[in-house]
T-cell receptor, first 112, second 112 residues
Framework: NAGVTQTPKFQVLKTGQSMTLQCAQDMNHNSMYWYRQDPGMGLRLIYY???????DKGEVPNGYNVSRLNKREFSLRLESAAPSQTSVYFCASRGTGEETQYFGPGTRLLVL | DQQVKQNSPSLSVQEGRISILNCDYTNSMFDYFLWYKKYPAEGPTFLISISSIKDKNEDGRFTVFLNKSAKHLSLHIVPSQPGDSAVYFCAASGAGTYKYIFGTGTRLKVLA
């Protein structure tokens, strides 16, 4: 049971480049989340998907888009990366009726 | 506006002693609270939770206390062990919502 997987583990981008962060879960969870973690800021919610086919903005959605491709997969896209998007990105999932989120190992992104 | 606050960025405790990590919140609509533990280069992992209908929840060495009137919760670790050294995040959610608000984290160091 892999739980929540994220790819890539590490990425370096130049300002203005685009990329997609991938997330998949094998726990049949309905809800999925994208967070970013920055020093002194904790975990901040970027976007979430309460169920397949729905997405909603979190606290810091600007500069990002998401796609809930199916129940398993939830991707995060940066259309034009900026240095302010340098961060560690975590994907999480949660089952219906559960309060606990399960996190992936993270993607470390550096935008130069 | 930080709805969930962890005012101590770091804490050092001797092995075998009690560790007390604190968390304050401002939104009275929060009704479920969780603590996560995070090691470097890993995703956060769930540690313990508490519903607003309770004031205490125990799981082995870990106890969470909730004081609703003060909008304050704390995590007690007794006895502390070197393996407990990590960053601890508290998180809160409101009834019927899918969103979690995280605090900024407290780095615990347990000294052998």
């Amino acid at each position: 049971n892999a739980g929540v997987t994220q790819t890539p583990k590490f990425q370096v981008l130049k300002t203005g480049q685009s990329m997609t962060l991938q997330c998949a879960q094998d726990m049949n969870h309905n809800s999925m989340y994208w967070y970013r973690q920055d020093p002194g800021m904790g975990l901040r919610l970027i976007y979430y998907s309460a169920s397949e086919g729905t997405t909603d903005k979190g606290e810091v959605p600007n500069g990002y888009n998401v796609s809930r491709l199916n129940k398993r997969e939830f991707s995060l896209r940066l259309e034009s990366a900026a240095p302010s998007q340098t961060s560690v990105y975590f994907c999480a999932s949660r089952g219906t009726g559960e309060e606990t989120q399960y996190f992936g190992p993270g993607t470390r992104l550096l935008v130069l | 506006d930080q709805q969930v606050k962890q005012n101590s960025p770091s804490l050092s405790v001797q092995e075998g002693r009690i560790s007390i990590l604190n968390c304050d919140y401002t939104n009275s609509m929060f009704d479920y609270f969780l603590w996560y533990k995070k090691y470097p280069a890993e995703g956060p992992t769930f540690l313990i939770s508490i519903s607003s209908i309770k004031d205490k929840n125990e799981d082995g060495r870990f106890t969470v206390f909730l004081n609703k009137s003060a909008k304050h919760l704390s995590l007690h670790i007794v006895p502390s062990q070197p393996g407990d050294s990590a960053v601890y995040f508290c998180a809160a959610s409101g009834a019927g919502t899918y969103k979690y608000i995280f605090g900024t984290g407290t780095r615990l160091k347990v000294l052998a």
